[in-house]
């Protein structure tokens, strides 16, 4: 067990939905990535946020937003959902900014149909 | 280009087997991390290892150990004595400094299937 939770572990939609996922990461860690993992894309970064603030981005659609609270806890926005938007999306935490290992959560496996 | 090439698709073995997975990465930057992660049929990644781009010193773990080479921009990784539990996708990964951030580049994977 990381440490990192992640809700909910499945979830199934229909296209042009909105959906939100939530990480809470491990004690004490105040940075959040947010990873997508599909079999035509593989594991793709998407947003990092670091005790609130944005802190990179990567190849993260339009359509998708993040924020993290006070709490440090996050969440993953998707809105207008597509087909192709069906995936594993997975949140890690690590201790500082940069170059700690990242502890990843279970994963939230989001079907659109 | 910032990328990791695993090469190996997958692989099948016979326990007890030793096996190598390879990892070729290319950055421009002169400092940075690579990664291993497990992630076993349930779905879960699992950290391996760490390793800046000054420490060429291979390191063992059990039955795990790595190879870094800055020469040929290669981090291996190998398994010794394999068992059904190290059935797996392994991932590669490299953060490099440039941006100054930590996100993770990863390799396709590579699926080692560990036969009794």
């Known amino acids: 067990d990381s440490g990192v939770t992640q809700t909910p572990k499945h979830l199934i939609t229909a296209t042009g939905q909105r959906v939100t996922l939530r990480c809470s990461p491990r004690?004490?860690?105040?940075?959040v990535y947010w990873y997508q993992q599909s079999l035509d894309q593989g594991l793709q970064f998407l947003i990092q946020y670091y005790n609130g603030e944005e802190r990179a981005k990567g190849n993260i659609l339009e359509r998708f937003s993040a924020q993290q609270f006070p709490d440090l806890h996050s969440e993953l926005n998707l809105s207008s959902l597509e087909l192709g938007d069906s995936a594993l999306y997975f949140c890690?935490?690590?201790?500082?900014?940069?170059?700690?290992?990242?502890?990843f959560g279970p994963g939230t496996r989001l079907t659109v149909l | 280009a910032q990328k990791v090439t695993q090469a190996q698709t997958e692989i099948s073995v016979v326990e007890k087997e030793d096996v190598t997975l390879d990892c070729v990465y290319e950055?421009?930057?002169?400092?940075?991390?690579l990664f291993w992660y497990k992630q076993p049929p349930s779905g879960e990644l699992v950290f391996l290892i760490r390793?800046?781009?000054?420490?060429?010193q291979n390191e063992i773990s059990g039955r795990y150990s790595w190879n870094f080479q800055k020469s040929t921009s290669s981090f291996n990784f190998t398994i010794t004595a394999s068992q059904v539990v190290d059935s797996a996708v392994y991932f590669c990964a490299l953060s490099p400094l440039s941006g100054g951030y930590n996100k993770l580049i990863f390799g396709a994977g590579t699926r080692l299937a560990v036969h009794p």
């Open positions: 890690a935490s690590s201790a500082l900014s940069s170059y700690n290992e990242q502890f």
């Open positions: 950055t421009r930057d002169t400092t940075y991390y």
């Open positions: 390793r800046n781009s000054f420490d060429e």
């Open positions: 004690s004490g860690d105040l940075s």
